[in-house]
Nanobody, 127 residues
Framework: QVQLVESGGGLVQAGGPLRLSCAASGRTFSSDAMAWFRQAPGKEREFVAGITGSGGSKYYADPVKGRFTISRRNAKNTVYLQMNSLKPEDTAVYYC????????????????????WGQGTQVTVSS
């Protein structure tokens, strides 16, 4: 059974850091594109960051550029999201996703491009 399990969410003060992890199991994900999405209350789910299978290319949504860093350790079948300088508007449920095939441009930000999803982890940033 393929599973993506996020962890590391919680409550943090504005300006602080938080590191999310996504552990994949059930098969090897080293060739898959991996991404983080988030969904705030009353809003649609949105792309946050993506990384290719090799880790050689990374993509970020404009609101998080310069503050968030996505990385992966294929030996551990795990992808990370380091979030720094957090803002109250970063409050959301964060989801990990995995997708097969070649990713480019708009495919990264389209949630139907992904084959597997985690259950989400809540991140709350207090002002």
């Amino acid at each position: 059974q393929v599973q993506l399990v996020e962890s590391g969410g919680g409550l943090v003060q504005a300006g602080g850091p938080l590191r999310l992890s996504c552990a994949a199991s059930g098969r090897t994900f080293s060739s898959d594109a991996m991404a983080w999405f988030r969904q705030a209350p009353g809003k649609e789910r949105e792309f946050v960051a993506g990384i290719t299978g090799s880790g050689g290319s990374k993509y970020y949504a404009d609101p998080v550029k310069g503050r968030f860093t996505i990385s992966r350790r294929n030996a551990k079948n795990t992808v990370y999201l380091q979030m720094n300088s957090l803002k109250p508007e970063d409050t959301a449920v964060y989801y990990c996703a995995a997708g097969q095939g070649v990713f480019w441009g708009i495919k990264w930000v389209t949630d139907t491009s992904y084959d597997y999803w985690g259950q989400g982890t809540q991140v709350t940033v207090s002002s």
